[in-house]
């Protein structure tokens, strides 16, 4: 089992009567890649402490028998600081435990991991120690003689590479004998000065011998972590991050839009009855296929992060945002969960369970909706293709990639803002406590834990497009073709019933969606929003990606054989501003700042009640996140309007 973008945080219940093996170890260690390995489940890895925020569950099959297999939270000690370690705790600790324990252990950082490994030994439950990066450790010098290890241990010890997979069938072989796992006769001791005293005999005993520095690592930070140059080349990544999903996915896109519009045509052609063709041409073609096309984007979006975060960047960029954090009364533990939300801000929300203060994961679970997340990016690419040419340049850079990087870089500036304001009004004298970060090596990451990570996230899309998004579509269709008008009623209107184009302009414009947009027109018409942009904003509040399809489904109804050049020049139909064009700089500049700030994803409001416990916060969150959207979209049509004009 696998989460998802908006998948439940908790794992699937353990098969009844299968053997339960608990898998534990510190952050980063390689335990849900061992989790995988075992599984064949495709839970995300990264090359960052903080990946796993919940129970992972899975079922190894040997011959007749089973185990499931449980993948906790990773943690340094078993006395629990935050949420996701207290979850570890309550396994090991409660009624129900597990029926043996893996627990594996960085061979790197075996020194370390050796602390931990006795607070687990002591619990008193058969267990088995599975070595990771092994192979790092020959490279790098480092010695380790397992067979001593598991000698001094007193349990059996398995060398393993998770990712690559070796030794996982020995792993299996282990697995079916759990019952023969031994617990050590003397449990190894409690008290920190003791502790250190075994783990010093342990490795003396092992023959272990450190791996040297990792020059690569050592070098590189030098740069990357510095105050001014590890900045400048984080402003310069994200840069060059979103030039590249614009540049590279551009003739994807263009190829996904030639199929839609292929598709749209074969539907005109062949299916006769005028509903049906209406309903798998706009609703489905028009909206769903609206949306579809930005996956180019999404899957490369979800691709760059993955290989951020397997190459071991993101500890880096936490480590630097930790001064930004700090500003806002927050830790950089802070930012890998806003980091997560830039997928969705559902495993944002989730990812603050690291957070071992109250107060820091409530300031930062208000904060996460603000991280631009991949729901976001097709209302985004739309519109910035409606306000730039593709042509246009800032220097040596795509305009359309610059406002991207500016619409991300809003977003994460406000969520820090909002941090600060609710920790100000919170407790903000507190003082911040002490962030520690493992900067792991870089490591080339594995091209199957890439793949898993790109896919898990770009399938929640697809997901969604498949059950929200054709949902809202199809009652959208309905919405903007009802009432039905007879012939005589559209001669009466001055319109020729053989005049296809004329007739579904006149039913959309004399529409129920027509009046639900016009309905709520006075609140939106100081931002320059039309009715058909109002029921956008409307229908976006269950998925914001719905935006887009309405506005793909209001544009083919308009002009089925052009929707493209129709939502271009789509015009005020009444009003002051009748016969002026819809998307002006200004309208376009109001709307992508809406989405900017508008919680528009009623997932988000569902998470945020489950993890604070109470519905006043998500209540709290759609209210301030709205009235911001207005404010500030009204003034990003101001500015610009003074600008252009």
Same mark, same amino acid.
């Given at each position: 089992? #696998?989460?998802?973008?908006?998948?439940?945080?908790?794992?699937?219940?353990?098969?009844?009567?299968?053997?339960?093996?608990?898998?534990?170890?510190?952050?980063?260690?390689?335990? !849900?890649?061992?989790?995988?390995?075992?599984?064949?489940?495709?839970? +995300? !890895?990264?090359?960052?402490?903080?990946?796993? /925020? $919940?129970?992972?569950?899975?079922?190894?099959?040997?011959?007749?028998?089973?185990?499931?297999?449980?993948?906790?939270?990773?943690?340094?000690?078993?006395?629990?600081?935050?949420?996701? =370690?207290?979850?570890?705790?309550?396994?090991?600790?409660?009624?129900?435990?597990?029926?043996?324990?893996?627990?594996?252990?960085?061979?790197?950082?075996? %020194?370390?991991?050796?602390?931990?490994?006795?607070?687990?030994?002591?619990?008193?439950?058969?267990?088995?120690?599975?070595?990771?990066?092994?192979?790092?450790?020959?490279?790098?010098?480092?010695? *380790?003689?397992?067979? @001593?290890?598991?000698?001094?241990?007193? /349990?059996?010890?398995?060398?393993? /590479?998770?990712?690559?997979?070796?030794?996982?069938?020995?792993?299996?072989?282990?697995? @079916?004998?759990?019952?023969?796992?031994?617990?050590?006769?003397?449990?190894?001791? #409690?008290?920190?000065?003791?502790?250190?005293?075994?783990?010093? $005999?342990?490795?003396?005993?092992?023959?272990?011998?450190?791996?040297?520095?990792?020059?690569?690592?050592?070098?590189?930070?030098?740069?990357?972590?510095?105050?001014?140059?590890?900045?400048?080349?984080?402003?310069?990544?994200?840069?060059?991050?979103?030039?590249?999903?614009?540049?590279?996915?551009?003739?994807?896109?263009?190829?996904?839009?030639?199929?839609?519009?292929?598709?749209?045509?074969?539907?005109?052609?062949?299916?006769?009855?005028?509903?049906?063709?209406?309903?798998?041409?706009?609703?489905?073609?028009?909206?769903?296929?609206?949306?579809?096309?930005?996956?180019?984007?999404?899957?490369?979006?979800?691709?760059?992060?993955?290989?951020? =975060?397997?190459?071991?960047?993101?500890?880096?960029?936490?480590?630097?945002?930790?001064?930004?954090?700090?500003?806002?009364?927050?830790?950089?533990?802070?930012?890998?969960?806003?980091?997560?939300?830039?997928?969705?801000?559902?495993?944002?929300?989730? @990812?603050?369970?690291?957070?071992?203060?109250?107060?820091? %994961?409530?300031? #930062?679970?208000?904060?996460?909706?603000?991280?631009?997340? $991949?729901?976001?990016?097709?209302?985004?690419?739309?519109?910035?293709?409606?306000?730039?040419?593709?042509?246009?340049?800032?220097?040596?850079?795509?305009?359309?990639?610059?406002?991207?990087?500016?619409?991300? *870089?809003?977003? &994460?500036?406000?969520?820090?803002?909002?941090?600060?304001?609710?920790? +100000?009004?919170?407790?903000?004298?507190?003082?911040?406590?002490?962030?520690?970060?493992?900067?792991?090596?870089?490591?080339?990451?594995?091209?199957?834990?890439?793949?898993?990570?790109?896919?898990?996230?770009?399938?929640?899309?697809?997901? +969604?497009?498949?059950?929200?998004?054709?949902?809202?579509?199809?009652? *959208?269709?309905?919405?903007?073709?009802?009432?039905?008008?007879?012939?005589?009623?559209?001669?009466?209107?001055?319109?020729?019933?053989?005049?296809?184009?004329?007739?579904?302009?006149?039913?959309?414009?004399?529409?129920?969606?027509?009046?639900?947009?016009?309905?709520?027109?006075?609140?939106?018409?100081?931002?320059?929003?039309?009715?058909?942009?109002?029921?956008?904003?409307?229908?976006?509040?269950?998925?914001?990606?719905?935006?887009?399809?309405?506005?793909?489904?209001? &544009?083919?109804?308009?002009?089925? =054989?052009?929707?493209? %050049? &129709?939502?271009?020049?789509? !015009?005020? $139909?009444?009003?002051?501003?009748?016969? =002026?064009? /819809?998307?002006?700089?200004? !309208?376009?500049?109001?709307?992508?700042?809406?989405?900017?700030?508008?919680?528009?994803?009623?997932?988000?409001?569902?998470?945020?009640?489950?993890?604070?416990?109470?519905?006043?916060?998500?209540?709290?969150?759609?209210?301030?996140?709205?009235?911001?959207?207005?404010?500030?979209?009204?003034?990003?049509?101001?500015?610009?309007?003074?600008?252009?004009?």
């Amino acid at each position: 089992m #696998t989460t998802g973008c908006h998948d439940s945080a908790a794992a699937a219940a353990p098969e009844s009567g299968a053997a339960r093996i608990a898998l534990v170890g510190a952050p980063n260690s390689g335990k !849900t890649s061992v989790f995988n390995a075992l599984t064949g489940l495709s839970a +995300k !890895t990264g090359n960052y402490p903080g990946v796993t /925020v $919940s129970r992972f569950v899975g079922t190894v099959h040997r011959g007749p028998h089973r185990y499931t297999v449980e993948d906790l939270p990773g943690t340094y000690g078993l006395d629990p600081v935050s949420p996701d =370690e207290q979850i570890t705790v309550d396994v090991l600790d409660g009624a129900d435990r597990p029926d043996a324990l893996l627990n594996t252990a960085d061979a790197t950082t075996l %020194r370390r991991s050796l602390g931990f490994v006795a607070q687990v030994l002591a619990r008193g439950l058969p267990a088995c120690v599975v070595i990771t990066f092994a192979d790092e450790l020959a490279r790098r010098q480092g010695r *380790l003689d397992t067979a @001593a290890l598991a000698r001094a241990l007193g /349990v059996p010890v398995v060398p393993v /590479v998770g990712h690559r997979g070796h030794g996982i069938a020995d792993l299996r072989e282990r697995l @079916a004998d759990w019952r023969s796992w031994p617990v050590p006769a003397v449990p190894p001791p #409690t008290g920190p000065d003791e502790r250190d005293a075994w783990v010093r $005999s342990v490795l003396d005993f092992a023959g272990y011998r450190p791996p040297t520095r990792h020059e690569v690592t050592r070098r590189v930070d030098a740069v990357l972590l510095h105050p001014l140059w590890g900045t400048a080349v984080f402003i310069a990544v994200m840069v060059l991050f979103f030039q590249t999903v614009f540049t590279l996915a551009a003739p994807l896109q263009g190829a996904v839009e030639e199929l839609f519009a292929r598709l749209s045509g074969l539907v005109d052609a062949h299916v006769g009855n005028r509903w049906l063709s209406g309903l798998l041409g706009d609703a489905l073609i028009g909206g769903v296929g609206g949306v579809l096309v930005f996956v180019p984007q999404i899957v490369l979006l979800f691709l760059l992060l993955a290989l951020l =975060e397997g190459v071991g960047y993101m500890a880096r960029a936490a480590f630097l945002m930790d001064r930004v954090m700090a500003r806002a009364g927050l830790e950089g533990r802070a930012f890998v969960a806003l980091l997560s939300a830039f997928a969705c801000a559902v495993p944002g929300i989730m @990812a603050t369970r690291t957070l071992p203060s109250a107060r820091d %994961r409530l300031a #930062t679970m208000m904060a996460a909706p603000l991280m631009t997340c $991949s729901a976001r990016l097709p209302v985004y690419v739309l519109l910035i293709g409606l306000l730039v040419d593709p042509d246009d340049r800032v220097g040596p850079f795509g305009a359309q990639g610059m406002i991207m990087f500016g619409l991300y *870089l809003l977003g &994460a500036v406000s969520a820090m803002v909002a941090a600060w304001a609710f920790k +100000k009004f919170g407790d903000r004298h507190r003082p911040a406590m002490p962030f520690f970060m493992e900067m792991p090596p870089y490591r080339l990451p594995a091209p199957r834990a890439v793949l898993v990570a790109m896919w898990s996230s770009a399938r929640a899309f697809l997901r +969604k497009c498949s059950t929200v998004i054709v949902a809202t579509s199809v009652v *959208l269709w309905m919405l903007l073709n009802l009432p039905l008008h007879t012939d005589g009623d559209l001669r009466a209107a001055g319109v020729a019933p053989t005049d296809s184009v004329a007739v579904s302009a006149y039913t959309v414009d004399h529409s129920y969606a027509a009046g639900l947009g016009r309905l709520v027109a006075p609140v939106f018409d100081p931002l320059g929003f039309d009715w058909r942009v109002n029921v956008g904003v409307l229908s976006a509040q269950g998925a914001r990606e719905t935006f887009v399809a309405t506005l793909g489904q209001v &544009a083919s109804a308009e002009d089925p =054989e052009q929707p493209a %050049r &129709a939502l271009r020049e789509m !015009t005020h $139909s009444d009003g002051p501003r009748a016969g =002026e064009p /819809v998307f002006t700089p200004p !309208t376009v500049a109001a709307l992508l700042v809406y989405f900017v700030y508008a919680l528009q994803c009623m997932a988000t409001v569902a998470v945020l009640r489950r993890e604070t416990g109470t519905w006043r916060w998500p209540a709290i969150a759609l209210a301030y996140l709205t009235a911001l959207a207005w404010l500030m979209a009204y003034l990003a049509r101001t500015v610009t309007a003074v600008l252009s004009g």
